[in-house]
């Protein structure tokens, strides 16, 4: 997936190790992922894979309505992969020891948007703003202690 062009990386540091960020993040896109819209929105734009699925806890094959974890490193990078009939895009999540109970936590988007609809999609999610102020929520919360 690292062939599709990139849209945007979104990075945060998080006053918690890598084991503790890693926990955040898994239950962050678990609970971001998992949500009752999600799965509408998988239907109406028909994506690949549109259910809940795999193993839980996560692990490579996990699925959620519009994503699929195609790579896992406990503790260190998490890769989703997904498609609609608009778009075919990748997330990757990315975290880095600082040192002293710190860590950086990157999420990195690539895309392709395809066709005349592709180009409009990307207007509607990308351009306005809606996919990152997505991102930085979602990285948001798995900077806060829970």
């Known amino acids: 997936m690292s062939t599709l062009p990139f849209v945007d990386e979104h990075t945060t540091v998080?006053?918690?190790?890598?084991?503790?960020?890693?926990?955040?993040?898994?239950?962050?896109?678990?609970?971001?992922?998992s949500q009752v819209g999600g799965a509408r929105y998988a239907r109406l734009v028909r994506t690949d894979p549109r259910a809940a699925g795999g193993p839980r806890p996560l692990?490579?094959?996990s699925a959620f309505p519009g994503f699929r974890v195609a790579g896992f490193v406990p503790g260190r990078e998490m890769a989703l992969r997904g498609r609609h009939r608009f778009s075919?895009?990748?997330?990757?999540?990315?975290?880095?020891?600082?040192?002293?109970g710190?860590?950086?936590?990157?999420?990195?988007t690539r895309a392709a948007f395809p066709g005349a609809a592709g180009r409009v999609y990307r207007l509607l999610v990308i351009s306005s703003g809606g996919h990152a102020f997505g991102m930085r929520?979602?990285?948001?919360s798995c900077s806060r202690a829970s």
């Open 14 to 33: 998080v006053d918690a190790g890598v084991e503790e960020t890693w926990r955040r993040l898994c239950a962050g896109v678990e609970r971001s992922l």
């Open 59 to 61: 692990a490579e094959g």
């Open 88 to 100: 075919t895009y990748s997330l990757v999540f990315r975290i880095e020891d600082l040192g002293d």
């Open 102 to 108: 710190r860590s950086r936590l990157r999420a990195e």
């Open 137 to 140: 929520r979602l990285l948001a």
